[in-house]
């Protein structure tokens, strides 16, 4: 297929890349900074907000893959502009340029908008495209690791020193950055299913509760780490300390606080994807044992 991808140079969009050349596709991948020539990729310069860009890599293709988007911030605006506005744009390219296929990389913090500034612009990003009239598909991926992923290494990082600082009580799904870009590539195909809304996982059925996701990187990196849950005030308040001490690089901001403080971050079995169209195949164990020899190799940990 010949494809336009956003994202492909982060954690999520770069494994789609990778596996997506690899399987003798043709990739037009947007970037903000100047690339090094890859077989199979041809980079376009650009942002989302600029029409050009936008013009030229959605000319010809057979299906957008939109992985880009704004995952930490301090203010509604910089979410809004980044997840609502930035697929809008795509999304009217799209149309323009005559692409019927839109796979739309969507997170489980749609589910409750309520609960923070980035789950609100994540589910008016799901809203606009299904609204577009365009052959959509959704996909909303719980916790994301593996090789290259920085959001979980501190989580590695402390079940290598022996204390693993978790949210008040509850479970998550999780599933690898391999097993979700074959979801997506799947779900690009012209013969796949049509404006469906997908909550792929590894397979595990009820997911991991957050003791047992400690314990599991903890098996990843040989000991057997002691887990403290932190209170959600407490959370909230190490938010705020980060802020003022970190300014625009704090890790734990406010709008993270109140997404770890939800009980329930699991896939939901009703939305998962048809097995004849996919399956995982990266197990817990296998995934973060390998995520965890990437790590030091790498001189992460």
């Not at 970190?246 to 994807?273: G, M, N, V």
Request: hydrophobic share 45%.
């Amino acid at each position: 297929m010949r494809l336009a991808v956003t994202g492909a140079t982060g954690f999520v969009g770069g494994r789609l890349a990778r596996l997506a050349v690899a399987e003798g596709h043709q990739l037009r991948a947007l970037t903000r900074r100047p690339q090094q020539d890859e077989r199979g990729i041809d980079w376009i310069h650009g942002t989302l907000d600029q029409r050009e860009p936008l013009r030229r890599l959605v000319e010809g293709v057979d299906a957008i893959i939109h992985v880009a988007g704004v995952v930490k911030a301090f203010d509604r605006e910089t979410f809004e502009a980044g997840n609502v506005t930035g697929t809008l744009h795509l999304l009217a390219n799209a149309t323009a340029g005559g692409v019927h296929r839109f796979v739309h990389v969507s997170s489980l913090a749609a589910r409750e908008p309520q609960l923070s500034l980035y789950g609100a612009s994540k589910a008016k990003a799901e809203r606009l495209v299904m609204d577009s009239g365009l052959d959509w598909a959704i996909v909303r991926p719980p916790a994301v690791y593996g090789p290259g992923d920085g959001e979980m290494l501190d989580l590695f990082k402390a079940a290598a020193t022996g204390v693993v600082p978790l949210p008040p009580a509850g479970r998550l799904s999780i599933i690898h950055a391999d097993d979700l870009a074959r979801l997506l590539l799947a779900l690009a195909a012209p013969d796949a299913p049509r404006r469906v809304l997908y909550e792929p996982d590894d397979g595990r059925p009820g997911g991991f509760t957050h003791k047992q996701f400690a314990q599991a990187i903890g098996a990843a990196v040989e000991r057997r780490p002691i887990c403290v849950s932190v209170p959600a005030p407490l959370l909230r308040t190490g938010a705020r300390i980060d802020r003022l001490l970190r300014r625009d690089r704090a890790k734990l901001t406010a709008d993270r606080a109140a997404y770890f403080c939800h009980p329930d971050w699991t896939s939901d079995p009703a939305k998962a994807p048809p097995p004849e169209l996919w399956r995982p195949t990266i197990t817990a164990a296998e995934g973060l044992a390998s995520t965890a020899r990437w790590y030091e190799r790498q001189g992460w940990l």
